[in-house]
Nanobody
């Protein structure tokens, strides 16, 4: 079992930055692939970024490529999402997810999900 808790969301002006954190419980954190997803009001949840267990494989959605950076610190059982050059269309609830055996890091087939943190970008 893995429990995930996101933090770092908030209100920011367009062009600003935020860093989201997702702290995980469990001693086998280093074995898990980790992903960030988001869901805007009235829209389906969508993939944002993912990182493999060894950080050798990283994916980004086209909409965030070059602006967002995913990273992990296995010593702290934490995954981060650094978000720069934020746009109003980045406004959403952001969720982190974890899975030990997910085949497609960009899918939503993760076993464990956090409760989400709200990010609001004003124009």
């Amino acid at each position: 079992q893995v429990q995930l808790a996101e933090s770092g969301g908030g209100l920011v002006q367009a062009g600003g930055s935020l860093r989201l954190s997702c702290a995980a419980s469990g001693r086998t954190f280093r074995n898990y692939a980790l992903g960030w997803f988001r869901q805007a009001p009235g829209k389906e949840r969508e993939f944002v970024a993912a990182i493999s267990w060894n950080a050798h494989i990283i994916f980004y959605a086209d909409s965030v490529k070059g602006r967002f950076t995913i990273s992990r610190d296995n010593a702290k059982n934490t995954v981060y999402l650094q978000m720069n050059s934020l746009k109003p269309q980045d406004t959403a609830v952001y969720y982190c997810a974890a899975d030990e055996v997910v085949a497609d890091l960009q899918s939503m087939a993760y076993d464990y999900w956090g409760q989400g943190t709200q990010v609001t970008v004003s124009s």
